[in-house]
Nanobody, 117 residues
Framework: QVQLVESGGGLVQPGGSLRLSCAASRSIEGIVIMGWYRQAPGKQRELVASITSGGTTNYEDSAKGRFTVSRGNAKNTVYLQMNSLKPEDTALYYC???????????WGQGTQVTVSS
C-alpha cells in the first residue's frame, strides 16, 4: 500500500508562511484526490484543501486566498503553501490520498503547525 510522509510543519509567527510537503512512496496513477486535512485539539478533523488528478482544487472557506494546494511534476507529491497564517490555523496537518472509484483512503502521520508569537 502507498505510504504518505508529510514534512514542513513548525512554529511560525502570525502573518508568516509555511510550505507543507507530502511525498507518496510510489508514483500515483489514475483518478485520485490528494488533499490536506487538519485537526486542532478538541476539534474534528477538517478538510483544508484538495486537488484532483485533473487539477481541480477545493478549499475550506478560511483557507481561500491564503493557502494554495498543488501537485509536483512527479505526481507523487502534494504541497500546501500557507500564507498569512493565523493562530487559529494551529493544528496537526494530515496528507490524504483518495482513490474514489476503489474506495481507498490513505493518511499520512501528520505534521504539526503552530502559529504563535
Amino acid at each position: 500500500q502507498v505510504q504518505l510522509v508529510e514534512s514542513g510543519g513548525g512554529l511560525v509567527q502570525p502573518g508568516g508562511s509555511l510550505r507543507l510537503s507530502c511525498a507518496a512512496s510510489r508514483s500515483i496513477e489514475g483518478i485520485v484526490i490528494m488533499g490536506w486535512y487538519r485537526q486542532a485539539p478538541g476539534k474534528q478533523r477538517e478538510l483544508v484543501a484538495s486537488i484532483t488528478s485533473g487539477g481541480t482544487t477545493n478549499y475550506e472557506d478560511s483557507a481561500k486566498g491564503r493557502f494554495t494546494v498543488s501537485r509536483g511534476n512527479a505526481k507523487n507529491t502534494v504541497y500546501l503553501q500557507m500564507n498569512s497564517l493565523k493562530p487559529e490555523d494551529t493544528a496537526l496537518y494530515y496528507c490524504n490520498l483518495k482513490y474514489p472509484i476503489a474506495g481507498i483512503n490513505i493518511w499520512g502521520q501528520g505534521t504539526q503547525v503552530t502559529v504563535s508569537s
